[in-house]
């Protein structure tokens, strides 16, 4: 079976190039890129859409095992596919924890049988994600996790995070970390400021993230490993990773796509809907995670996809649980706030979604040459859509983005030369 991806422009995001041409998919692998003629079996047309490497999102929740209520790895991996997302790297806050070998095996054997997508889980620092236990990083490397993380939380105690920092070292792993001082976060739901004060919530301050930021930061420069900071939200946390950038330390910073576009006025609207973790700060905060990405302080964007049900987030704002789906908006976001105002050049743009966080978390780098395995997303950029909920793939139907108009979209999506996703057919099993 030959597919050829015709007549699109092809994307080389690091050499910055692109060029209108056919890719030529045989079996798993690209076979050609050029003009190929009329030799394939099926020709889709990509005429006016970009033709990238598979994008690779390094931050979701799909909440298997413990919550199939809330997402699986069958609905989350059909979510991505949606999204032009062909790789992703799970978080270990389910039931149980994936804090022993067995979990992640279970993870990785689901995900082979259910996902349709590439499914790579993390492992947590601490046991049951209790902050007062350490995990055993090298059997959890060693079954397959390829980073550690307590995501939802910050490791608290610096004699358990400074052992994990040495043991990622000494594995050649990076620790990825959520970074909120839980003392400061207390019971805030939102942003502290304006918002926070408008609707009686005690609010959760940008020093939480700066302080938590700091410190692993200094982590890192103490003992050489890699850190990876998650959904990087305040001026001050840009601020410092930039810094320690300057002076070599080896940190890469993540921004999701809700906030480097709106606001915490989205909760007077949204309500619960539109509560996450770190929240949504201000208009100052939003511009220093754009400047973050435009001038390479911001590695990565990731969706920090973490589906609930509708009846969790109908809670109200201080009952209802942190988080929103992102998997089947994120290139939408990106091109509308970022492409298409010109803040960010296509090759930047996808370049942090494909290659740099495929690096980070020590993936196969998803290439589009000759030889290469054929995972592949096809972006119609100029495809104007509203934000249907109904219509998604994940199982949380909701999202603060509801109505929403964007433009650009991912509109084919190929994983090891299977065709999962057409914009026109929906998810082809
Ligand atoms: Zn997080």
Redesign the pocket.
């Given at each position: 079976m030959k597919t050829v991806i015709a007549n699109g422009w092809v994307v080389e995001p690091e050499a910055q190039s692109v060029v209108q041409t056919d890719v030529l998919i045989e079996d798993d692998r690209i076979v050609a890129v050029g003009d190929v003629g009329a030799v394939a079996d099926c020709r889709i047309d990509a005429t006016g859409c970009y033709v990238t490497p598979g994008l690779v999102d390094i931050h979701v929740h799909f909440r298997d095992p413990g919550f199939p209520e809330k997402e699986t790895i069958a609905s989350g991996a059909r979510a991505a596919a949606a999204g032009g997302i062909t790789s992703v790297v799970c978080m270990p806050n389910t039931y149980p924890t994936v804090d022993e070998p067995g979990v992640v095996e279970y993870v990785l054997r689901t995900a082979a049988e259910q996902g349709i997508v590439r499914v790579h889980t993390t492992a947590s620092i601490t046991k049951g994600l209790k902050g007062k236990e350490i995990t055993e990083m090298p059997a959890l490397a060693k079954a397959g996790a390829v980073t550690f993380t307590d995501?939802?939380k910050s490791v608290m105690d610096p004699v358990i995070l400074l052992e994990a920092f040495k043991w990622a070292a000494r594995l050649g792993l990076p620790i990825t970390s959520?970074c909120e001082d839980h003392n400061l976060v207390r019971a805030g739901a939102i942003n502290r400021g304006e918002v926070s004060k408008a609707l009686g919530d005690v609010g959760i301050p940008s020093l939480a993230e700066e302080l938590v930021v700091a410190r692993d930061i200094l982590f890192a420069e103490h003992t050489g490993a890699r850190l990876h900071l998650?959904?990087v939200t305040t001026a001050g946390g840009v601020q410092l990773i930039r810094e320690a950038k300057a002076r070599g330390v080896r940190v890469t910073g993540e921004a999701t796509p809700h906030h480097f576009s709106v606001t915490d006025q989205l909760v007077l609207t949204q309500g619960a809907l539109a509560k996450v973790?770190p929240p949504l700060r201000t208009q100052a905060d939003v511009d220093a995670v754009v400047a973050g990405l435009q001038d390479g302080t911001l590695d990565v964007i990731a969706t920090?996809h973490a589906p609930h049900t509708w009846d969790e987030k109908q809670r109200g704002l201080q009952q209802a649980p942190f988080g929103f789906v992102g998997l089947e908006t994120s290139v939408g976001m990106t091109f509308t706030h970022l492409v298409h105002t010109g803040k960010l050049s296509v090759f930047d743009a996808i370049k942090k979604m494909t290659v740099v966080p495929a690096q980070i978390m020590g993936l196969p780098l998803p290439r589009l040459h000759p030889g290469a395995v054929a995972d592949i997303t096809v972006i119609n950029p100029n495809l104007e859509w509203e934000v249907d909920t109904a219509r998604f793939y994940t199982r949380a139907k909701h999202s603060p983005l509801a109505g929403t108009r964007l433009r650009g979209k991912a509109v084919q999506t190929f994983v090891g030369g299977r065709w999962i996703y057409s914009h026109e057919r929906g998810i082809l099993e």
């Amino acid at each position: 079976m030959k597919t050829v991806i015709a007549n699109g422009w092809v994307v080389e995001p690091e050499a910055q190039s692109v060029v209108q041409t056919d890719v030529l998919i045989e079996d798993d692998r690209i076979v050609a890129v050029g003009d190929v003629g009329a030799v394939a079996d099926c020709r889709i047309d990509a005429t006016g859409c970009y033709v990238t490497p598979g994008l690779v999102d390094i931050h979701v929740h799909f909440r298997d095992p413990g919550f199939p209520e809330k997402e699986t790895i069958a609905s989350g991996a059909r979510a991505a596919a949606a999204g032009g997302i062909t790789s992703v790297v799970c978080m270990p806050n389910t039931y149980p924890t994936v804090d022993e070998p067995g979990v992640v095996e279970y993870v990785l054997r689901t995900a082979a049988e259910q996902g349709i997508v590439r499914v790579h889980t993390t492992a947590s620092i601490t046991k049951g994600l209790k902050g007062k236990e350490i995990t055993e990083m090298p059997a959890l490397a060693k079954a397959g996790a390829v980073t550690f993380t307590d995501d939802g939380k910050s490791v608290m105690d610096p004699v358990i995070l400074l052992e994990a920092f040495k043991w990622a070292a000494r594995l050649g792993l990076p620790i990825t970390s959520h970074c909120e001082d839980h003392n400061l976060v207390r019971a805030g739901a939102i942003n502290r400021g304006e918002v926070s004060k408008a609707l009686g919530d005690v609010g959760i301050p940008s020093l939480a993230e700066e302080l938590v930021v700091a410190r692993d930061i200094l982590f890192a420069e103490h003992t050489g490993a890699r850190l990876h900071l998650q959904h990087v939200t305040t001026a001050g946390g840009v601020q410092l990773i930039r810094e320690a950038k300057a002076r070599g330390v080896r940190v890469t910073g993540e921004a999701t796509p809700h906030h480097f576009s709106v606001t915490d006025q989205l909760v007077l609207t949204q309500g619960a809907l539109a509560k996450v973790n770190p929240p949504l700060r201000t208009q100052a905060d939003v511009d220093a995670v754009v400047a973050g990405l435009q001038d390479g302080t911001l590695d990565v964007i990731a969706t920090d996809h973490a589906p609930h049900t509708w009846d969790e987030k109908q809670r109200g704002l201080q009952q209802a649980p942190f988080g929103f789906v992102g998997l089947e908006t994120s290139v939408g976001m990106t091109f509308t706030h970022l492409v298409h105002t010109g803040k960010l050049s296509v090759f930047d743009a996808i370049k942090k979604m494909t290659v740099v966080p495929a690096q980070i978390m020590g993936l196969p780098l998803p290439r589009l040459h000759p030889g290469a395995v054929a995972d592949i997303t096809v972006i119609n950029p100029n495809l104007e859509w509203e934000v249907d909920t109904a219509r998604f793939y994940t199982r949380a139907k909701h999202s603060p983005l509801a109505g929403t108009r964007l433009r650009g979209k991912a509109v084919q999506t190929f994983v090891g030369g299977r065709w999962i996703y057409s914009h026109e057919r929906g998810i082809l099993e």
